[in-house]
């Protein structure tokens, strides 16, 4: 992902990328050569050595999810920006403290800018879905829908993503996306999940230093509202087969609008207008200069992300909204763990 987050850069107007830093040298000479083997890029080996060496405006923090609290800590103690990738930390508590120290600093830096990696909202048909949302088309938000059938987790250094103590869980590390798009969509306060889960079919041969992966590879995720809505999330990993990898289906009392995101296609109906009446629309955004793994999203986060540093504007992704979109991941958890109900308090207080 660090690799990906160069990539975009390298499209964007006014952005350098100076250096790195990454205590694995096979790491840092494959974002050498994403930069280009000519190109002048200080390399270090520990992100300390980054944040001293005055080479640098911003940061991504593109680490391994255990990785981010002891680094964000780090880089929000000095003036710099900083973007720092889902999911915010791998706890809620440790969640809770980053938010505490972005707030701490920042009467001391008022317009330095920290930004919550959550790109999938930057998603042309997901951004279609907020607008059509936004504009009244489905009346008053009564249900969601996400739905990600895709393939399984992908190789990683050292295969850190393999364990749920380094990665949060797969709720927590996969679906914080998508809690995310769910608390954008109803835009109001969660306040209760169920969840069902398990580990099938994925990553079961696998065995590293004689452990196997325990990472969930399916689960049906629900999450109550205030004010009655409610939301649900349909994952699996082992469905390659899928025309869509992701779907997101929005019903209110007016209407419905689904997001195609894979097909790029927006479909609208409204009740008024009958059984079976729908309208499908491609959709696409002509600004991007990189697509990359994410549909543009990412390079339209880091348009966002710059402006937001040129202008002097706050962020529109905030910790806070990385903190509630883990919570709800920890909770998912919990409630498979323990076969009930978990009601958010439970698991911020925590």
Same mark, same amino acid.
């Given at each position: 992902?660090?690799?990906?987050?160069?990539?975009?850069?390298?499209?964007?107007?006014?952005?350098?990328?100076?250096?790195?830093?990454?205590?694995?040298?096979?790491?840092?000479?494959?974002a050498q050569l994403a930069v280009g083997l000519d190109a002048p890029l200080?390399?270090?080996?520990?992100?300390?050595?980054?944040?001293?060496?005055?080479?640098?405006?911003?940061?991504?923090?593109?680490?391994?999810?255990?990785?981010?609290?002891?680094?964000?800590?780090?880089?929000?103690?000095?003036?710099?920006?900083?973007?720092?990738?889902?999911?915010?930390?791998?706890?809620?508590?440790?969640?809770?403290?980053?938010?505490?120290?972005?707030?701490?600093?920042?009467?001391?830096?008022?317009?330095?800018?920290?930004?919550?990696?959550?790109?999938?909202?930057?998603?042309?048909?997901?951004?279609?879905?907020?607008?059509?949302?936004?504009?009244?088309?489905?009346?008053?938000?009564?249900?969601?829908?996400?739905?990600?059938?895709?393939?399984?987790?992908?190789?990683?250094?050292?295969?850190?993503?393999?364990?749920?103590?380094?990665?949060?869980?797969?709720?927590?590390?996969?679906?914080?996306?998508?809690?995310?798009?769910?608390?954008?969509? /109803?835009?109001?306060?969660?306040?209760?999940?169920?969840?069902?889960?398990?580990?099938? /079919?994925?990553?079961?041969?696998?065995?590293?230093?004689?452990?196997?992966?325990?990472?969930?590879?399916?689960?049906?995720?629900?999450?109550?509202?205030?004010?009655?809505?409610?939301?649900?999330?349909?994952?699996?990993?082992?469905?390659?087969?899928?025309?869509?990898?992701?779907?997101?289906?929005?019903?209110?009392?007016?209407?419905?609008?689904?997001?195609?995101?894979?097909?790029?296609?927006?479909?609208?109906?409204?009740?008024?207008?009958?059984?079976?009446?729908?309208?499908?629309?491609?959709?696409?955004?002509?600004?991007?200069?990189?697509?990359?793994?994410?549909?543009?999203?990412?390079?339209?986060?880091?348009?966002?992300?710059?402006?937001?540093?040129?202008?002097?504007?706050?962020?529109?992704?905030?910790?806070?909204?990385?903190?509630?979109? /883990?919570?709800?991941?920890?909770?998912?958890?919990?409630?498979?763990?323990?076969?009930?109900?978990?009601?958010?308090?439970?698991?911020?207080?925590?």
């Amino acid at each position: 992902m660090g690799v990906e987050h160069i990539n975009n850069l390298l499209h964007l107007d006014g952005a350098v990328v100076t250096a790195v830093s990454d205590p694995v040298a096979e790491s840092r000479d494959w974002a050498q050569l994403a930069v280009g083997l000519d190109a002048p890029l200080e390399r270090f080996e520990s992100h300390h050595e980054l944040l001293a060496s005055g080479l640098c405006d911003a940061v991504v923090i593109a680490s391994p999810n255990h990785t981010h609290h002891e680094v964000l800590l780090d880089v929000l103690a000095t003036p710099l920006h900083v973007m720092v990738e889902k999911p915010l930390c791998t706890t809620v508590r440790h969640c809770r403290e980053a938010v505490a120290s972005a707030e701490a600093y920042a009467e001391r830096w008022p317009n330095r800018v920290v930004w919550m990696g959550l790109e999938y909202r930057y998603m042309a048909p997901t951004q279609a879905v907020l607008h059509e949302v936004r504009a009244g088309t489905v009346g008053r938000v009564r249900m969601v829908a996400i739905r990600e059938h895709r393939f399984p987790f992908l190789v990683k250094v050292g295969n850190w993503n393999r364990f749920t103590r380094n990665t949060g869980g797969t709720l927590v590390e996969k679906c914080c996306h998508f809690f995310d798009l769910m608390n954008l969509i /109803v835009d109001r306060p969660p306040v209760r999940v169920m969840a069902s889960g398990a580990h099938d /079919v994925n990553h079961l041969d696998e065995r590293y230093d004689d452990e196997t992966p325990d990472i969930l590879d399916n689960a049906f995720v629900i999450v109550d509202y205030d004010g009655g809505a409610r939301a649900m999330l349909d994952l699996c990993m082992f469905a390659e087969a899928s025309r869509n990898e992701q779907e997101i289906s929005v019903v209110g009392d007016r209407g419905k609008v689904e997001a195609f995101v894979s097909e790029g296609v927006l479909r609208v109906g409204r009740r008024a207008d009958g059984i079976g009446r729908v309208t499908d629309r491609p959709v696409s955004d002509p600004s991007v200069r990189h697509t990359g793994m994410h549909h543009g999203a990412s390079y339209l986060e880091h348009v966002g992300f710059r402006d937001a540093i040129l202008s002097g504007q706050p962020p529109a992704v905030t910790l806070r909204d990385g903190l509630m979109s /883990v919570a709800l991941g920890v909770a998912a958890h919990r409630s498979i763990d323990l076969g009930r109900p978990v009601d958010l308090q439970e698991v911020l207080q925590t």
